[in-house]
């Protein structure tokens, strides 16, 4: 069929959109990341496309801010569907890949999961997307991978040492995704992360299972001593450093995002219950977890230095504002519990 009508202009017209499916992107961080893109201020040149198995961590109350978007589209799917995915990842740009199975007392309880969905979840991905010829894969991991530190921070050089079957199955995907790059050339990223903390984080993890028990004035459990040590990082500042890797990274780099502010678990009990106007007659010593991993420290420098990411959220203020969210939005998080 022959054209009618003036040549485009192509030194005007505007550049297509790049393409990004966010796997698991109807959970905590991943909606977090999904509204970032398509909020106001996001990058307004991108289309998202979520895929979500809607296990019971994913929610999609989660984007509701978003469902109604023109460049949003939401696919109901798991990420070990290899029709599927092949089929996705062939029509998209991008891939930030979120989906894992995250919660470490039940990776105790069964691994099996956890495996599926963290390691063969990702090899199914980087398959699709070494097919395609995918332009970017953004894998965002934790720093649990990289075990317990005694002192110091860890460079993203370090070791991997994980202590749970968790952290193992995101060990063993990061070194997947990494494998894929040095073997096949993929444009792979590589995020580790300390512990987020922010809205819609659901009620199974630590923060959030704390406020929202003590605003019904029930007992909240403390592992063993309680001098775990955790850093903490607001879900903002997160994903903030995720755009940072996404837009800036190079290819085959580890990036690690810290939050810089170190806690034990029985310094954030303190500021939890002073914030929700509770008392220590609320919290109830546990046994300690197998495996407690005694402190977790990323050295951040090198996404600082190399892409300018610098936290915004203060720990104190975005302890605040998180607990101000649970005790307005009762209606998000009491089905959960």
Known sequence: MTAHGPAPDTATAPAAAT?????????????????????????????????????????LANLDAVREHPAFRFVHGDICDEPLVAHLVAEHD?????????????????????VRTNVEGTRTLLDAALRSGLETFVHVSTDEVYG??????????????????YAASKAAADLLALSYHRTH????????????????????KIIPLFVTRLLEGRRVPLYGDGLNVRDWLHVDDHVRA?????????????????????????????????ATGTGWELVERVA????????????????????????R????????????WYRENRDWWEPLV
């Open 19 to 59: 393409r990004i499916l966010v796997t698991g992107g109807a959970g905590f961080i991943g909606s977090h990341h999904v509204r970032g893109l398509l909020g106001p201020e996001g990058p307004g040149d991108v289309s998202v496309t979520v895929l979500d198995a809607l296990t019971y961590a994913g929610n």
């Open 94 to 114: 991008q891939v930030v890949h979120f989906a894992a199975e995250s919660h470490v007392d039940r990776s105790i309880a069964s691994a099996a999961e956890f």
């Open 148 to 165: 317990s530190v005694d002192e110091g921070f860890t460079p993203e050089t370090a070791p991997l040492r994980p202590s749970s079957p």
């Open 185 to 204: 050339g993929l444009d792979v990223r590589v995020t580790r992360c300390s512990n987020n903390y922010g809205p819609y984080h659901h009620p199974e």
């Open 242 to 274: 995720l755009e940072l890797v996404r837009t800036k990274g190079a290819p085959g780099e580890v990036y690690n995002i810290g939050g810089g502010t170190q806690l034990t678990n029985r310094e954030l009990t303190e500021r939890l219950l002073a």
């Open 288 to 311: 300690d977890r197998k495996g407690h991993d005694l402190r977790y420290a990323v050295d951040d420098g090198k996404i600082r230095r190399t892409l300018g990411h610098r936290t």
């Open 313 to 324: 959220t203060g720990f104190d203020a975005g302890l605040a504002a998180t607990v101000a």
